[in-house]
Nanobody, 114 residues
Framework: VQLQAFGGGLVQPGESLTLSCAASGFTFSSSWMYWFRQAPGKGPEWISAIHTSSGIKQYGDSVLGRFTISRDNAKNTLYLQMNSLKPEDTALYYC????????RGQGTQVTVSS
């Protein structure tokens, strides 16, 4: 299993950013996929999940209404569209194949600052 997240960067509050996660080594099109984040000095936080076959989506309270998870099964790629970003969204974002976030990629840094 390989998972690699892309698309992080430095943005100002209120701006948007889209993260991608390239997946390989398993059947992406019939899996639950997850986004987590970890802010400095804090533990991992689950933020969103999607079942890649049915399209069922779930969101954590901290991102509900601002973030959108999606996937492209033809490209084995998971996405996270992040809108109305806040400084408290600053974290290392990573995708995972399991609900515990242990089968994961290396992550991509998102920094929200003016």
């Amino acid at each position: 299993v390989q998972l690699q997240a892309f698309g992080g960067g430095l943005v100002q509050p209120g701006e948007s950013l889209t993260l991608s996660c390239a997946a390989s080594g398993f059947t992406f099109s019939s899996s639950w996929m997850y986004w987590f984040r970890q802010a400095p000095g804090k533990g991992p936080e689950w933020i969103s999940a999607i079942h890649t076959s049915s399209g069922i989506k779930q969101y954590g309270d901290s991102v509900l209404g601002r973030f959108t998870i999606s996937r492209d099964n033809a490209k084995n790629t998971l996405y996270l569209q992040m809108n109305s970003l806040k400084p408290e969204d600053t974290a290392l974002y990573y995708c995972a194949k399991d609900a515990g976030g242990e089968v994961r990629g290396q992550g991509t840094q998102v920094t929200v600052s003016s």
